[in-house]
């Protein structure tokens, strides 16, 4: 079964083009030219992929972007945006508002490829790689890959499968500085450009997630100049963060 590819995108000129690249590629495609539309479909096909202008009419891309992440139903599917706006601060807003990738135009139809694959080897819609067969812990955090879920601190946290896949080469490398160039190389599956502000973005969410004092960060650190390093507690000292752990917990559990 061919995998399906949502492409919401008003240019019908640039629409036509991606999706004959795309079919040609063995991708079935369903296109829409607005945000009220886009969204009927995603609901309608849940596709396997979504592929998303920012500047669309009615309903805008970012705006869009946010329903469909709200949503149940599309929660869980992968976005990956188009737009002309190549702005660090355009793409801070691109992946805050949930997107997994982004794409600047104009854009080479192959690495448009590249970029689609990537994605859909780490959706629900693809085997898991065999790297994420077991279950990897250690200290209080424990990865899930079947629900890409973090058990931290014997609580349940919720990820997205790019804050799962960057926890994930974090954990791997526990207590070791981690580069950009070898985070954007395997979470995000390709070889990417220089900017590193993709990183920067995804850390900021597991920090929010895991960390007590998301602007003092205890466990998620950034080396400055050389990458991240994930640095967990263990025997004594873990005993003695589970009470700020918790406490940090309280005001959203309420």
């Not at 080897?121 to 790297?131: F, Q």
Request: aromatic fraction near 6%; charged fraction near 25%; include cysteine.
């Amino acid at each position: 079964m061919k995998p399906c590819i949502l492409l919401i995108e008003d240019d019908s000129d640039m629409r036509e083009l991606v999706a004959g690249h795309l079919m040609h590629g063995g991708f079935d495609v369903q296109q829409a030219e607005d945000g009220i539309r886009g969204q009927a479909l995603a609901l309608q096909y849940s596709p396997d992929l979504i592929l998303l202008d920012l500047m669309l009419p009615k309903v805008d891309g970012l705006t869009l972007c946010q329903r469909l992440r709200r949503d149940e139903r599309t929660a869980r599917i992968p976005i990956l945006m188009l737009t002309a706006l190549g702005g660090t601060k355009d793409k801070v807003s691109g992946f805050n508002s949930g997107a997994d990738d982004y794409l600047t135009k104009p854009f080479d139809l192959e690495e448009l490829t590249v970029r689609v694959k990537a994605l859909l080897r780490r959706s629900d819609h693809a085997p898991l790689s065999t790297k994420h067969n077991e279950i990897l812990s250690y200290g209080p955090l424990t990865l899930v890959p079947e629900r890409f879920e973090a058990i931290w601190f014997d609580a349940p946290v919720r990820l997205t499968h790019l804050e799962f896949e960057l926890l994930h080469c974090l954990l791997q490398r526990h207590g070791q500085t981690v580069s950009p160039s070898l985070i954007l190389k395997e979470v995000w599956g390709y070889e990417p450009d220089d900017d590193i502000e993709t990183i920067r973005v995804h850390v900021r969410h597991l920090r929010t997630k895991l960390e007590p004092d998301p602007r003092k960060p205890r466990f998620i650190k950034t080396v400055y100049g050389a990458g991240y390093c994930l640095e967990l507690p263990s025997g004594d000292q873990l005993a003695d963060l589970i009470p700020l752990v918790q406490q940090a917990r309280e005001p959203q559990a309420s």
